[in-house]
């Protein structure tokens, strides 16, 4: 008894135009290779039922997408079988060579069909018809039908469209778009890295000319090191204890020059005046919700503080 296969490729749609299904029996080693539809549907009729190994491959892909062994039923119903096509296989491959209108699969289904036919013509007048001649004409016209719609599909007037090129350019802006981020996310983690390594550099030689107390110092060491924790934070987060750690830095100096006994020679020290003013623009810069805008605050503090490289680095 002769009996069919149906393989249905499911998943990434756009592989089912160049993929190849090999279906090799074991206990004779027959071979057939057939190429799905569109829609990733195969059917394979005039089987002798037993073992096979079906191999799903792809000219854009160096190993198989899909080996395994399968059990053709010896039943009317044809045997179905399903394998899934990862996407994430086409990921950073090739662009696909794609023909025009590939009518290899709509030839194969219409020569499959004339060659099941074959045998069950030839009637004489009189001659009964069988239920399983009726089935397999059935079927026939059925796969006849399916290589049609696909073949008007093929050939149908679409313009002049690239699929694949299409679906490339969308996989390399997606790359784009994820290396943009990571690269973004990384130079504002070292800017903020340099910022606060800066900050306390010149706090704590500011306290050390001021003679601060220790109350003094743990108060504004506690502040400056909870940016420490905050590196990896949002923008919003980050801003706004930096634009409080600025507002404390510069009521701490305020605070140190009325203690002094020359405040105005305190206040122009290079070190207090370069502290003061870079805390300033911290304050002032407050809250951003965009990494654009608090690069572009470290920007005018660069011009306040001096190279802040430079000083982070001892240049």
């Known amino acids: ?122 009637k004489i007048a009189g001659e009964a018809i069988r239920s399983a001649d009726w089935n397999t004409l059935v079927g026939a016209v059925g796969d006849l039908a399916s290589a049609v719609v696909q073949l008007t599909t093929l050939v149908a007037p679409r313009g002049h469209d690239h699929p694949e090129i299409a679906d490339k350019i969308s996989e390399v802006q997606e790359n784009l778009r994820r290396f943009a981020d990571a690269y973004g996310r990384s130079l504002v983690e070292l800017r903020r890295e340099i910022e606060t390594e800066n900050l306390k550099r010149d706090v704590t030689a500011v306290l050390d000319r001021g003679n601060a107390d220790l109350a003094t110092r743990a108060r504004i060491t506690e502040r400056l090191n909870a940016l420490d924790g905050a590196l990896q934070a949002d923008t919003s987060v980050f801003t706004r204890s930096l634009a409080g750690a600025g507002s404390l830095v510069v009521n701490t100096v305020n605070q140190l020059a009325a203690a002094q006994g020359d405040a105005e020679a305190f206040m122009g020290d290079a070190d207090v005046q370069r502290l003061t003013g870079v805390a300033q623009q911290y304050a002032a810069m407050g809250t951003q919700v965009r990494a654009e805008g608090e690069l572009a605050a470290y920007q005018r503090t660069t011009s306040v503080g001096g190279s802040k490289i430079g000083r982070i680095t001892g240049r």
């Open 1 to 122: 008894m002769k009996t069919s296969l149906n393989v249905n490729l499911q998943g990434f749609a756009s592989a089912n135009r160049d993929a190849v299904v090999k279906l090799t029996q074991e206990a004779t080693g027959t071979m057939i290779e057939r190429r799905p539809f569109l829609d990733g549907s195969l059917v394979m009729r005039d089987l002798d039922p037993g073992f096979y190994e079906v191999e799903v491959s792809h000219p854009n892909l160096a190993t198989a997408i899909e080996r395994r062994r399968i059990r053709v039923f010896p039943t009317p119903q044809p045997t179905q079988v399903f394998i899934p096509v990862p996407e994430r296989l086409f990921r950073d491959a090739p662009i696909r060579d794609v023909p025009d209108a590939d009518l290899t699969p709509v030839q194969q289904q219409a020569t499959a069909a004339k060659g099941v036919l074959a045998p069950i013509g030839g």
